[in-house]
Nanobody, 125 residues
Framework: VQLQASGGGLVQTGGFLRLSCAAS????????MGWFRQAPGKEREFVAA????????RYADSVKGRFTISRDNAKNTVFLQMSDLKPEDTAVYYC???????????????????WGQGTQVTVSS
């Protein structure tokens, strides 16, 4: 499975961005999809994940109410709509996929078999 993330960029505090991740896999609808991020000097952290039929959905506490994850199985694409962005959201954002991961492990980066190349999000203060 190849994952191609896009949509990152430079935005001011309070702004918004929409990340996209296109998957090469025709059975996209069978995969749990998610996003992680890694800020400079920090460990990679879970952001959000979405189930095969757009349910369930999980968010990190730090992004709840500001970020929305969604997917379009017909287009093999997962999205991360980010609003009210803060400087602490600055990071490289990675799209992830796994076919067999269980819900209790969604926040565990080591449980995802496939990773995209990352897209940089920079929020200026």
């Amino acid at each position: 499975v190849q994952l191609q993330a896009s949509g990152g960029g430079l935005v001011q505090t309070g702004g918004f961005l929409r990340l996209s991740c296109a998957a090469s896999e025709r059975t996209f609808g069978r995969w749990v999809m998610g996003w992680f991020r890694q800020a400079p000097g920090k460990e990679r952290e879970f952001v959000a994940a979405i189930g095969r039929s757009s349910s369930p959905i999980r968010y990190a506490d730090s992004v709840k109410g500001r970020f929305t994850i969604s997917r379009d199985n017909a287009k093999n694409t997962v999205f991360l709509q980010m609003s009210d962005l803060k400087p602490e959201d600055t990071a490289v954002y990675y799209c992830v996929a796994d076919r067999s991961i269980i819900l209790s492990q969604w926040e565990n980066e080591h449980q995802y078999d496939y990773w995209g190349q990352g897209t940089q999000v920079t929020v200026s203060s």
